[in-house]
């Protein structure tokens, strides 16, 4: 029975594709000179920040990013939770601990908290600021779990990417698939659950929790 549940942020609580996107395609620009489409930054989605600077082979990547992250936050409208996210964390708040795992930069995680109210509900925030290793790396999720003070059997990461699923396989805990924000599902056929809406989720763990 689990005593925690842990979710990744972007594309799992938060709809922040187009916040996230946009901007690159504005650094693909000023960087590589390049007009890419919205598909084609699409396979970056899944991608932690600095494994996209990665992939782009641009210079200076830190220094890069951190012009990325500024255009995030600049992004019109910002954040938004996905539909029934807030009912979500609200029916768990008295049942689990929750937490948070994520490659944001603790910046953008604290913006987001004020724009959303997200960070009221949860007792751990480990973002890309707090650990040298990342997601898939199992660091991020193991430092989580020892400061929630319980044990892997007793934890449940909840993510849309394969970087989280294989996050999870590296940690050794349980996995649930967030269907209704993740773009692409191969290689997650042996996740432990998969929820399409934020509902379906609350009423699974609820149930096994009576």
């Given at each position: 029975?689990?005593?925690?549940?842990?979710?990744?942020?972007?594309?799992?609580?938060?709809?922040?594709?187009?916040?996230?996107?946009?901007?690159?395609l504005q650094i693909i620009e000023e960087e590589?000179?390049?007009?890419?489409?919205?598909?084609?930054?699409?396979?970056?989605?899944?991608?932690?920040?600095?494994?996209?600077?990665?992939?782009?082979?641009?210079?200076?990547?830190e220094i890069v990013y951190a012009r990325w992250?500024?255009?995030?936050?600049?992004?019109?409208?910002?954040?938004?939770?996905?539909?029934?996210?807030?009912?979500?964390?609200?029916?768990?708040?008295?049942?689990?601990?929750?937490?948070?795992?994520?490659?944001?930069?603790?910046?953008?995680?604290?913006?987001?908290?004020?724009?959303?109210?997200?960070?009221?509900?949860?007792?751990?925030?480990?973002?890309?600021?707090?650990?040298?290793?990342?997601?898939?790396?199992?660091?991020?999720?193991?430092?989580?779990?020892?400061?929630?003070?319980?044990?892997?059997?007793?934890?449940?990461?909840?993510?849309?990417?394969?970087?989280?699923?294989?996050?999870?396989?590296?940690?050794?805990?349980?996995?649930?698939?967030?269907?209704?924000?993740?773009?692409?599902?191969?290689?997650?056929?042996?996740?432990?659950?998969?929820?399409?809406?934020?509902?379906?989720?609350?009423?699974?763990?609820?149930?096994?929790?009576?």
């Open positions: 029975m689990y005593k925690a549940i842990i979710y990744d942020i972007d594309g799992t609580l938060l709809n922040t594709l187009d916040m996230n996107m946009y901007p690159l590589l000179g390049e007009k890419w489409t919205f598909d084609d930054v699409l396979k970056f989605a899944s991608y932690p920040g600095m494994k996209v600077m990665e992939e782009l082979q641009v210079k200076e990547p992250v500024k255009y995030v936050l600049e992004y019109p409208g910002g954040a938004q939770p996905f539909e029934g996210v807030n009912e979500l964390l609200e029916t768990m708040a008295p049942h689990f601990k929750q937490a948070v795992v994520s490659s944001k930069t603790r910046q953008q995680y604290s913006i987001e908290c004020q724009q959303t109210g997200i960070g009221r509900y949860m007792e751990v925030s480990i973002m890309m600021d707090d650990t040298v290793h990342h997601k898939p790396h199992p660091e991020p999720l193991l430092a989580c779990i020892e400061k929630l003070g319980v044990n892997k059997e007793e934890v449940l990461y909840i993510g849309d990417t394969y970087s989280d699923f294989l996050a999870t396989q590296n940690a050794g805990i349980d996995f649930a698939l967030a269907k209704w924000g993740c773009l692409k599902d191969e290689g997650m056929e042996e996740s432990k659950y998969k929820f399409n809406t934020p509902l379906e989720l609350v009423k699974e763990l609820i149930n096994e929790k009576k």
